[in-house]
C-alpha cells in the first residue's frame, strides 16, 4: 500500500496554547505487550518523566500496549505494517502520524521494526530506544543467550540514540545485572526488563529536562561528555 492508509485513532484531549507550550511531548512506538511504555506511564504520573506520553503508535493489531494507552485515555494509532508494499511508505505514514503532535522525544518500546534510514534523520537526536544487552555489546536478537554462551559475567540495557546502524548511536546509560550459574535465556530477560522499567523513564527525563545535548557530535549531560558506553546506572 502507498502512503495515506487510515490509521484507527482515538481523540486526543485538546490543549490551550499556554499547555502545548510548556508541555514536553512524546510519541511511543511499540509492537507488543507495553510493559515499558507502563514504566514510562508511571513516571510521568509521578511527575518523574519530564513531559507527557501524547500518543502511542503500534504496528501490528491487538498490540497489549495500545490497550494501556487508551486505558489512560492516551491517542493511539494501529499502522499495519503488513499492510504497506515497502518499508519506505509505511515509515512516510508513520511519520506523518508522529507529526501530528511535534514530539520533542519519540521512544522506541519494543518496536520490531528496522527503520529507514530517511526516518531515522527526519527525528535526529530525540529517538531514543531501549535494548537488552550492554551495547556494543550484542546488537540483535537473543541479547540473553549469546551472554550465556560467552561466559559473560553480566548482562543489562542499554539506551541509546538511535542512527543509521542497528542497535547503533550514542548510548545514554546502561544497567548491569549479574549473571547467575543457575540462569537461563528467560531468568536472565526476567531481570533485566526490571532495570528497564528502571532506567527508561530516568533517561527520558534527562532528555526532556534538557540534561543531554550533543556538542560538535559528542553527546554530553550536564555539559560533560557521556562515556562511551553511557552513563553507568547505580
Known amino acids: 500500500m502507498d502512503g495515506n492508509w487510515a490509521s484507527s485513532l482515538i481523540t486526543r484531549p485538546a490543549f490551550t496554547s499556554t499547555e502545548m507550550r510548556s508541555t514536553k511531548h512524546i510519541a511511543v512506538l511499540l509492537s507488543g505487550r507495553g510493559s515499558n511504555l507502563q514504566s ?6 509521578a511527575d518523574l518523566l519530564g513531559g507527557a506520553i501524547s500518543l502511542v503508535v503500534a504496528n501490528r493489531p491487538g498490540a497489549g500496549g ?32 508522529i507529526e501530528t503532535i511535534s514530539p520533542d522525544l519519540v521512544v522506541l518500546a519494543g518496536f520490531m521494526r528496522i527503520l529507514t534510514t530517511d526516518f531515522v534523520a527526519r527525528f535526529e ?4 530506544n531501549i535494548h537488552p ?3 556494543p555489546m550484542y546488537p540483535g536478537l537473543n541479547t540473553h543467550q549469546r551472554a550465556l554462551d560467552n561466559g559473560d559475567t553480566h548482562a543489562g540495557a542499554t539506551v541509546h540514540y538511535v542512527s543509521g546502524e542497528l542497535d547503533g548511536g550514542p548510548p545514554v546509560l546502561q544497567a548491569k545485572v549479574p549473571i547467575g550459574a543457575d540462569d537461563t535465556a528467560k531468568t536472565l530477560a526476567a531481570r533485566v526488563l526490571k532495570v528497564e522499567h528502571q532506567i527508561y523513564p530516568e533517561a527520558v527525563n534527562w532528555h526532556l529536562t534538557d540534561k543531554l545535548s550533543f556538542k560538535d557530535g559528542v553527546l554530553c549531560k550536564d555539559d560533560q561528555p557521556v562515556p562511551l558506553r553511557g552513563c553507568l546506572w547505580n
Open 40 to 45: 514510562l506511564l508511571d513516571a510521568s504520573h
Open 66 to 97: 495500545l490497550e494501556i494507552a487508551q486505558s489512560a485515555g492516551i491517542e493511539t494509532a494501529l499502522i499495519d505494517h503488513t499492510a504497506y508494499v515497502s518499508r519506505e511508505a509505511f515509515d512516510l505514514d508513520l511519520a506523518a502520524t
Open 133 to 135: 544487552s550492554l551495547l
Open 125 to 128: 537526536n530525540r529517538l531514543m
